[in-house]
């Protein structure tokens, strides 16, 4: 097709793979004015002020983390610079989960949303203080720090940020308080009509006098207050209380919420991702609908002021490196097709958040939100926090995107390097 106008780039020769355009092959993408103007099987007549050759790369919408923690400043040491994981990562938008509260979503639009070059959303926190130091001190997160009212007027009055409420169901809080306050969560989510996004597996330390919960329980406990569109996040965990119950099967009742419910999973990877627990809930069927990276001061090397102690001492401390295209890799690596994994990163998210008319599609019109990543084959040594390592034969890596159409080269010290098998 003859094109007319000048565009002001065409990113050229790359494959193309945007599920929501139902699009997987090789394509030209014009760009102009910050939105997406064309994508041809060929641009190559059309001007454009500039050409990017995209020759053995792939071409994608701008990937959206949907489990990020980037409330730098506010959220202590937990939390991360919103650009290093977003747009120096490749990825265009980050949801941070549950940082920002009713309280502070003041601080988050003004000092994240509003300047950083990365789409920064949030999940906000169920609790009154939200994310603080990634939850740090359990008795600020107990049904006396819930306000129903004061949280559901401040995420109407926020949606164009708030796309999700976050809470936590873990034996911590259920020796604590038992279900009442992911009730409450659940509450908010259906008055304010977004999704709710809980985390399993063990954050708090039981409470001492309390009986140890059944993480069992919890699951069959929780898993009926799920409603279409929910999110269950880390069904991959090592910790105790995610997918897989205590008989080393999916629980049940978990299979029946995804395959027929409509409840989604999100990896959340962080240090819960386990190899071992990823393919006992993938060989029974349970295709994670987004990736969701979790990375956060305590389980990715940023350079910090906090003495390494503190971070080593919290219960989410990792050592095995990763990010999200580190996550795209070991969901290659464990069979999920590429098409299916570049959904999770775009279409799927998108969708999640109720923003799929704008983002997660190389839609013409919408925001020339892109990212290029390039799939590079050898042998790579990839390892989980339970000590298994793997070799994989791809790599999946960021290059460069842009955000409404403005280019970032993916340089952050956060993408990991490759390490040879
Ligand atoms: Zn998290």
Redo the contacts with the bound molecule.
Sequence with gaps: MQNPERFDVIIENGTVIDPANKRNGRFDVAIAGGKIAAVEPSLAQAESAERVDATDHLVIPGMIDT?G?VYEGVTGTFGLNADMVGVHSGVTTVID?GGPSCMTIGGFRNFVHDTAKTRALCFISTYLVGGLEGHMYPDLYGPGGVNVEHTTRVALENMDIVRGIKAHAEIGGQSRWGLEVIKTGKQIARDVGVPIYI?LGQLWPTADSAEIPDADELIRELTPLMEPGDVMAHPFTRHPGGFVSSTGKVHPILLEAVHNHGVRADV?H?SHFSFDVARRVLDEDIVPFTLGA?M?GYNVKVPSKTADSVVESNPFFGVAPFNLTIAMTEMLHLGVPLETVIAMVTSNPATLIGMSDTLGALTVGNGADVSVLRIDTGRFKLSDNSGEQVVSEKLVRPVFCLRDGVRFESNSALIPDAIAA
């Design positions: 489990h923690h989960q985390h959340g962080g979790d956060h």
